[in-house]
C-alpha cells in the first residue's frame, strides 16, 4: 500500500475512533439531555466557527429536516445561518458577542445549547455558554483536543481525544449523527431498527 495522503488521514482517523467508546456515557447524558429538553417543549441551538458553524447547521438541518427515516421536525436551530443578525451583533458589539446575543433573544429555560469548538476555548462559544448557564439552559460541549476552557463549563463536554482538528471534526459529525439517530428514536419518531 503506498503511503498516500489519504491512507495517512485513513490510518490516522481509525486510530482515533479507537477511542471513541470511551466516550459512550457522556454521549448518552447529551442524548438524555436533548430528549428532555424537547419533550419539554424546548429546542436545540447549535454553535461554533469555520467548520463547527458548517457541523451546527449540518447538525440543525438533520434535525428539523430528516435524519434517515421520515418523521416530524425536531426542533433545532444553529446561531450561525443569520448573516444579518452576525454581521449587526459583531458590528455593534463584538464577535465575541454574536451566539451570545441570540441565545439571550431566543433562548428560555429548559432549552440545549450544542456548543462545537474543536479547540475547546473559542471565545463567542463560550461567551455563549455563559449567556445561556444565566438563562437555565442546559450547555452540551461537542469538544476536541483536551476540551479547553469549554470542558469545565460545560453540563455535559464531550472531548475528541485528538489534537488535529479533521479528525475531531469528523469525529464530531459521528457523534451528531449518534445524537440525532438517538433522540428522534428515544422520543418515538422512527422505529429503532
Avoid: W
Amino acid at each position: 500500500m503506498t503511503d498516500s495522503l489519504f491512507s495517512r488521514n485513513l490510518n490516522e482517523h481509525l486510530a482515533m475512533c479507537q477511542h471513541l467508546a470511551a466516550l459512550d456515557a457522556h454521549v448518552d447524558q447529551a442524548i438524555n439531555a436533548c430528549v428532555n429538553s424537547l419533550r419539554a417543549g424546548g429546542k436545540l441551538m447549535l454553535c461554533g466557527n469555520g467548520g463547527s458553524a458548517a457541523d451546527s447547521q449540518h447538525l440543525a438541518a438533520e434535525f428539523t429536516g430528516r435524519f434517515i427515516k421520515d418523521r416530524p421536525p425536531i426542533a433545532a436551530i444553529a446561531l450561525s445561518t443569520d448573516t444579518s443578525a452576525l454581521t449587526c451583533i459583531a458590528n455593534d458589539y463584538s464577535f465575541e458577542a454574536i451566539f451570545a446575543r441570540q441565545v439571550q433573544a431566543i433562548g428560555k429555560p429548559g432549552d440545549c445549547l450544542i456548543a462545537i469548538s474543536t479547540s475547546g476555548n473559542s471565545g463567542n462559544v463560550l461567551a455563549a455558554v455563559a449567556a445561556a448557564k444565566t438563562i437555565g439552559i442546559t450547555c452540551i460541549g461537542l469538544l476536541g483536543r483536551d476540551g479547553g476552557k469549554l470542558k469545565s463549563v460545560c453540563d455535559i463536554s464531550i472531548v475528541v481525544p485528538s489534537q488535529v482538528t479533521a479528525r475531531i471534526q469528523e469525529a464530531h459529525i459521528l457523534i451528531g449523527h449518534s445524537l440525532c439517530g438517538a433522540v428522534e428514536q428515544q422520543l418515538g419518531l422512527v422505529s429503532a431498527d
